[in-house]
């Protein structure tokens, strides 16, 4: 069962999609707030959820705020940014803080659910066009010389099977490995790239740096 908590002050947005992912068998969404403050004094009495789904304009403290702090606190919460808003700064800025994921709004109630169990799965979900986005911003000009990164030929294909969106166990059968292999690789590459989440990896690899 994924425990998702929810950070949006639209209440009828944020009411659909608390009922519509609290039907489904597989998940459990039983808390839903409207700020950041909010759900961080539900943090300090309650379990932690496995997924946030967040939006970034909030009463109070901003989302991309809200991300640093949670991450801090709970590292082990993946959040999922689920907003209006698609220009780059703002997306980088998101995963740079910590996001795992990036959905826009629009994004169907069952794309929700699939983005989430490929979240605990080992991805890292985008709606297309925030992927887009991304790589026109950070690949612009494109850099000819990389920095040295020290990255093995196969961490580096771990790295691009990242930046596709494919989790941990898509990227074990692209490559015929294990996904216990995966998860060493990775390992290594937040060592080597001195990083602590898949999105940090992607987006120093959409920058150019590896």
């Known amino acids: ?16 999609i608390q009922r519509y992912l609290d039907m489904q068998d597989e998940l459990d969404c ?17 379990d932690a959820p496995d997924v946030l789904l967040m939006d970034i304009q909030l009463p109070g403290m ?15 919460i993946e959040i999922l940014m689920l907003t209006i808003y698609h220009d780059s700064h703002k997306i980088f800025d998101s995963l740079v803080a910590g ?8 994004t169907s ?7 989430v ?16 986005k991304v790589i026109e911003h950070f690949n612009k000009p494109i850099k ?18 990242l930046v596709d969106g494919l989790s941990y166990k898509m990227i074990a059968d692209r490559f015929d490995i ?6 060493a690789h990775i390992r290594n590459i937040y060592k080597k790239l001195h990083v602590n989440s898949k999105a940090q990896v992607i987006a120093k690899s959409l920058r150019g740096e590896i």
Request: no cysteine; glycine share 6%.
């Open 117 to 132: 169990e490929n979240l605990m799965e080992g991805g890292a979900p985008m709606s297309p066009q925030i992927a887009r």
């Open 99 to 106: 996001a795992s994921g990036y959905l826009l709004k629009h």
């Open 1 to 16: 069962m994924i425990k998702i908590g929810i950070v949006e002050d639209n209440i009828k947005i944020r009411n659909l």
């Open 144 to 161: 000819e010389k990389k920095n040295d990164s020290s990255l093995t030929a196969r961490e580096q294909d771990i790295v691009n099977g």
């Open 178 to 183: 294990s996904i216990d292999t995966v998860r």
């Open 30 to 46: 039983k808390i839903a707030v409207d700020s950041v403050e909010e759900m961080l004094e539900h943090l300090k009495e309650y």
């Open 62 to 76: 901003s989302g991309i705020e809200g991300i640093e702090i949670i991450k801090k606190d709970y590292p082990d």
């Open 109 to 115: 109630l069952p794309e929700i659910k699939e983005s």
